[in-house]
């Protein structure tokens, strides 16, 4: 053990020891009493010198560091079942903060797919909506009354809907329909087959190849399927930055082929997709359409600029 004692003094037991090599700082290394004493006087001064080179102070006293991390390795992998259950611990505590985390990110990644795939500015609602799958449609002069506002670039109607197709083999499969506006096909996807100009052909649809797309039976160009006993051919295939969260293959078509084929409500217009003149006009534009008695929302691009997530910025105001 190291001891305080001064050897320049002469302590008990190393008065005969004393020299100027074994001596530093005043601090003396004591060995046990059954060790030789020739040992240590036979000690050159290197060993002492570089014994005190590894000496750090703790607690008031000096102790050696190589020899505190050798005992603090030895008492902590000495036994190896505590060490292994120790490591797959931490393993386990791991992986469930990065699952869950990723889980809940992924979650809201897929519940906003409509949102990050169409990828419009300004969405404009009707304030019951809570989320994007269900939809409120409004009437037609919210759309002409966007359009006049102040800031306001342009403005075009989406619909956005679901509803049941029966494929050829007679089997029925849940679809959300996505319509475009049919002059400017804002917010149209990225076509792998196809050409974009074909959606305006007579019955035209437009599959989404996504993690749902087996669920049509993989469907090529040139595929029939029926809408609600409407006919419709696959036209075109696309690719999207995300798939939607329920499990529901989506299909793209012109707004006004989506409100023929699908059963609706008296007001068919679900979001009304806004382009600002400039960034100020967003707050503008946000006071005119809560005057109007509608909800807007705000959609700005997200961390890097190939990343299809998106931050909202929801503006409510109740309906008078």
Request: overall charge positive.
């Amino acid at each position: 053990m190291w001891t305080s004692s001064c050897c320049m003094t002469g302590c008990r037991g190393h008065r005969n020891l004393y020299t100027k090599a074994n001596t530093v700082r005043g601090f003396c290394l004591r060995l046990p009493d059954a060790a030789p004493q020739e040992r240590l006087a036979s000690s050159s001064s290197r060993t002492y010198f570089e014994a005190s080179q590894r000496m750090v102070p703790l607690f008031g006293r000096k102790w050696p560091l190589k020899g505190t991390l050798k005992l603090a390795y030895k008492l902590l992998v000495n036994d190896t079942a505590k060490f292994s259950a120790l490591l797959l611990g931490i393993t386990f505590a791991v992986f469930l903060m990065m699952f869950v985390t990723s889980m809940f990110v992924g979650v809201l990644n897929h519940a906003s797919a409509t949102v990050i795939n169409i990828g419009s500015t300004i969405w404009v609602m009707d304030p019951a909506v809570q989320t994007v799958a269900n939809t409120v449609g409004m009437p037609d002069y919210v759309l002409d009354a966007v359009r006049s506002m102040q800031g306001v670039k342009y403005a075009v109607p989406l619909y956005s809907g679901g509803g049941l197709a029966k494929l050829s083999d007679g089997t029925y499969q849940s679809v959300n329909i996505i319509g475009l506006d049919d002059t400017s096909l804002l917010g149209r996807p990225e076509l792998v087959e196809g050409k974009i100009e074909d959606i305006y052909a007579e019955n035209g649809f437009i599959a989404v190849r996504d993690a749902e797309y087996s669920k049509l039976e993989n469907p090529h160009i040139g595929s029939e399927f029926s809408l609600n006993d409407n006919r419709g051919v696959i036209v075109g295939i696309a690719k999207v930055a995300t798939s939607g969260l329920y499990g529901t293959p989506t299909l793209y078509t012109t707004y006004e082929r989506a409100a023929q084929y699908l059963p609706n409500p008296r007001y068919t217009i679900s979001y009304v997709l806004v382009e600002p003149k400039s960034l100020p006009d967003v707050q503008r534009i946000k006071q005119q359409v809560q005057a109007l008695g509608y909800r807007l929302a705000r959609v700005t691009a997200g961390i890097s600029s190939f990343s299809p997530q998106r931050n909202c910025d929801w503006g409510r105001r109740e309906r008078p």
